[in-house]
């Protein structure tokens, strides 16, 4: 008999992060096609995704496509996948996968694997000119959770706002500047930025999740065959498969008019050191500190 | 397995079964909510789930403006602010006939550039304008029907979260999208002046003249410099502020509500009795409007998990008739889920679906947005379950029925109703701004 | 209250009256709540202009604010019997059907009110034990969030109860 299972994502099905979720979707469907249907019910609009693990957790939900940082309140050393400039297959041949799978167990999640998007970074979009990340200094940068650490190291002032308002805080001023990826939206923002900071930091991936007891009643010969054509064969396909949509995020960057301001070897250097560093440090206080030693020896060397 | 109209109806036909019987808004809202997620989210687990949606749904910072709007209007009111302003405009314009329903119209575009957000708009509009306006003998549907009307606007005059989400969502120029949103938001002021205008004049009882006075000049300038001028200050800041970078649209909001009480304070206005009245009163009121707003936002989760919103973009995009009566029906669903759903799930169900069919038939994607922002406005205090309505009647003075709000809100809808058609005919309202602006 | 009644439902009336001042207390915690909220977000706008400083914790702690005053205010709110309702029918409804119509929403409200009240401790008491936090810059322990939905919810069911009951006394 078919296994159907109800998918949500914390993004919605049209946003340009989601076509890793389009493709990791058909490709189930596609291998395990009269065992196991994953049936994608859609993004925020059915369910807040900061409430979509919960969700997963107690069972209203079978599966969830997510940011690790979304539930971190749940699994909190979940969002250290992001804190690393490693490939998916680096990664992989460290054992994190494997270790990310007991850390949820331990927290009543099934951690099916990553949709990786090791090629999808981060960036610092302005509306004045730096000469170097150190002019950053004391400049209003709107962030979220994950990327404050970063923020608050570069000697900036990190700000929280709602999404919806970036816009209108960029025009205005209240607002020098925020972190964002660059995939499907620089050419609505095009009036109100006009710089960005390469190299880009970090790398990007987002986690599957599987309610247990739904998970149970998959034959066990069933469950290790998804686990295994997601993490070796789906998840280094899928890590690869961004080219057209990065492609496309950069020439919208460049449809609008950004400039790249590119920082120099030394210099980009000690700004991704200052990524990195800042965020385990800020991860460890959070974790158990041998746990976080143990994650950052796979994710940095 | 249901077809998407079964499970539609049922959840909204059970939901307005209840609601008719008399239980408050809210709680029928809980009621359904709770069955559907018994039954779609898998049993127990489900009803966990709204536990965790319905308090989710409520810490959100973008809601926060609602309640600090409600103690601007509620000290605007005790103070006696409002009613000086009142006061001052009948020097001007004494026999002007329903000179305070175009006040309100204009109260609303003046508002609207304050925020964007129409509940906003009508809990300060409807808790300091509507109790003045009874007093002064204005009848029902000339107090509550231009703040309904106006209150909308908030969302058609920059700043305009909503337009902004939208420009995000649709991916269009968000600058752009807010030069064409003006015109639009002008015109539909315009239409509900002369809605006024022609309703006053055949039926003179609903404003009624008492003819003031005109003033002599001196003392018009002193009551303008007196009561008017000082509301500036309250203006500055809000739309100062946001205009100056010192605070974000929501933010302001704060920043108005501490205007309005350090106002009220210099004009010796203010004891701390009657601080706290207002502070108790804007709570609650805003207790009242969260409510309804967060089980709404969990209902609407749950229609679009079952499929039913999916269902209907489904038939309307597939209906077998032209381009332009696809975009007609296009609007007319929207205005439809307006009236039961927030603007923000609205916009991720449709905009993804629409805005790609939009461009492919050959049609302006900001002439849609902007067809798109009207219809959610109107959908919002469309009888009967706009959100707009419920928030009337929460601020409201005592004795307003549900069934005056709906026949106050009607002919301003119709008003609605003709700016979308206008638009929808003549696309330059539209795209002449904005050619004018950018090219 | 008149002193004839007290005899025979002197009890009752007490209790009532109890519920009644927790949730007139609840309500000003609601008003507090708001009061705070602004004058933190005010203060925010006034930290940043002339310190440059920016405090992030404010639009998280005035978004917790919101869900605290929702469910604190909402029973003093039916108590008070000002929740928004549609009055179309119950208007044009004469006695006894009105009274009776009344006694069946309050008494089917109650319930709903009762079943979220079972839940929303049991999620509160879940979260307790599992150690779950928000996602977000201030992480605090979610159950300090969710409990102010089990009480909020029993003191409704509590009102509706009695609703009930004095519709069916007419
Ligand atoms: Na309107
Ligand atoms: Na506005």
Known sequence: DEIRMNVVSFTPKTAAVSDGFHRFIEAMNKEFEGELELNWRGGPEVMDPFRMADAVRNGAMDMALMSPSYYSGLVPSSPSSNISLKSYEEIYATGYYDRMTEIHDERGLVYLGEIPASDVNFFIFLKEPVDNYTDLEGKRIRVWPAVLPFVKGLGAQPLVLPIGEIYTAMERGVIDGFVQGNLGWAEQFEDVVN?????????????VIVNPRKWSRL????????????????????????????????????????????????????????AIEQAWADLETKIDPALAAELKAMLVD | MME?????????????????????????????????????????????????????????????????????????????????????????????????????????????????????????LGSSLVPEMQKRGYKKP????????????????????????????????????????ILPGLLMAVLYALY???????????????????????????????????????????????????ATPTEAAASGAVATVLLALFKRRLSIKLFSES??????????????????????????????????????????????????????????????????????????????????????????????????????????????????????PKGTTMANIYSAAVPFLICDFLAIALVFVFPEIVTWPVSLMFD | ???????????????????????????????????????????????????????????????????????????????????????????????????????VMSLLAALICGVLTWYGTAVAWD????????????APKSYWLTIVFPIGMGLMTVQFIDQAIKSLRG
């Open chain 2, 142 to 181: 000339m107090t509550l029907g231009p703040i309904l009307g106006s209150a909308g606007l908030a969302i058609m005059i920059p700043p305009s979260a909503l337009a902004v989400v939208l420009g995000v969502v649709a991916e269009l120029p968000i600058g752009r999208l807010l030069i064409a949103i």
């Open chain 2, 196 to 246: 006024i205008l022609g309703r006053c004049t055949v039926d003179p009882d609903v404003a009624p003249s008492f003819d003031v006075e005109k003033a002599p000049m001196s003392e018009r300038l002193i009551a303008t410099a007196r009561h008017i001028l000082p509301i500036g200050i309250i203006v500055f800041a809000v739309v100062g502020f946001i205009f100056l970078g010192i």
């Open chain 3, 1 to 103: 209250m008149t002193a004839l009644s007290e005899p025979k439902t002197g009890l009752y009336d007490g209790v009532m009256r109890l519920f009644s001042r927790i949730n007139f207390a609840l309500a000003c915690i609601a008003a507090v709540v708001l009061l705070c909220a602004t004058s933190f977000v005010f203060l925010e706008i006034l930290s940043r202009f002339f310190l440059g400083k920016s405090q992030i914790w404010v639009i998280e702690i005035s978004s917790y604010s919101l869900l605290y005053m929702t469910f604190l205010g909402a029973p003093y709110m039916l108590e008070k019997q000002r929740h928004v309702a549609i009055d179309l029918l119950t208007d044009a409804l004469g006695e006894p059907w009105r009274s009776r119509l009344a006694f």
């Open chain 2, 4 to 124: 998407w109209w079964q499970t539609l109806s049922l959840l909204l036909g059970s939901l307005l079964i209840l609601m008719v019987l008399g239980m408050p808004v809210a709680f029928a809202f809980l009621a359904v909510n709770l069955v559907g997620a018994f039954v779609f989210l898998g049993g127990i687990s489900g009803i966990e789930q709204l536990v965790i949606n319905t308090t989710g749904a409520l810490t959100s910072f973008t809601l926060v403006p609602i309640a600090m709007f409600m103690i601007m209007g509620e000290v605007m009111f005790r103070s006696g602010i409002a009613n000086d302003v009142m006061d001052a405009l009948d020097k001007w314009f004494g026999r002007l006939r329903g000179r305070l329903a175009f006040m309100a119209v204009g109260g609303g575009v003046l508002f609207s550039t304050l925020t964007g957000n129409s509940m906003g708009s009508i809990a300060l």
């Open chain 3, 127 to 138: 979260q307790f034990q599992f150690g779950t936090r928000e996602a977000s810059l201030l």
């Open chain 2, 279 to 396: 502070l108790f009163e804007s709570s609650m009121i805003s207790v009242m409007i969260l409510l309804i707003v967060a089980m709404a936002i969990a209902f609407t989760q749950l229609l679009a998990f079952t499929g039913a919103t999916y269902g209907m973009m489904d038939m309307v995009m597939n209906l077998p008739v032209s381009p332009k009566m696809i975009v007609l029906a296009m609007v007319f669903s929207i205005i439809i889920l307006g009236m039961f759903m927030g603007p923000l799930p609205i916009m991720l169900i449709t905009l993804p679906i629409f805005v790609p069919v939009v461009i492919e038939f050959g049609f302006d994607p900001l002439w849609f947005a902007v067809l798109f922002l009207i219809a959610i406005e109107t959908g919002s205090t469309s009888p009967p379950l706009g959100a707009g309505l419920f928030v009337m009647r929460a601020v409201a």
């Open chain 1, 219 to 274: 034959p066990d010969d069933l469950q290790q065959r998804v686990q295994a054509y997601l993490r070796e064969e789906l998840a280094p396909e899928l890590d690869k498969g961004w080219d057209p949509v990065i492609e496309a995020g950069n020439q919208e960057v460049a449809n609008a008019g950004f400039q790249e301001i590119r920082l120099s070897d030394a210099d980009a250097e000690a700004y991704l050191d200052i």
């Open chain 1, 195 to 207: 710089y960005y900071i390469t190299p880009p930091i970090y790398r990007a991936g987002f986690n």
